[in-house]
């Protein structure tokens, strides 16, 4: 669904900036925006306090019209597993279902276009963990390389997590 969006996306604006008087990148858009968001957007993108949408926060979600929704570790469910002797922790395993139903829930409200953003960099910066998603090395691991292989590199690393998100 969402490989349709971006390439029906890609389509619409490719057309509307050679084929109209539309010729700039921000006309473009604004039309698709108009397009797929019936309401006007604020320049906004919100947390969410669980994980699950409360009914004040799908309330807000379905009246301020925010540009998106920003998630956290906290609208996760996980289960930690820890090490009996030690207490550390051996491995988070996180409740992909309840991640869906999350993100279902907020496009319920906004609609199917809108927006979910999670800080998902790789390395130590991640919302979604391993065993459930897959572990990605961060940026600063691609600076042994030379500029070019290392610019390549990143970019691949980057597009994987990109993916792994979008069959969220």
Known sequence: MKQNFLMQYSYIFNFLKENT?????????KIIMQY???????????GISGTKLTESEALLL??????GVVL?????ESEIIRDPETGEIIKVIQNKKQLIDLITSIKEELGEH?????DQEGGRVRRLTVPTFEMRPAAESFE?????EGSSLCKQNYQSIALENLLV
């Open 114 to 118: 809108t927006v979910i953003a999670i």
């Open 62 to 67: 379905k009246t301020e019209h925010p540009l």
């Open 72 to 76: 956290f570790r906290r609208n996760i």
């Open 21 to 29: 008087i539309l010729g700039s990148a921000p006309a473009v858009i």
């Open 144 to 148: 042994k390389y030379n500029i070019d």
């Open 36 to 46: 797929y968001y019936p309401h006007p957007i604020k320049p906004v993108i919100l």
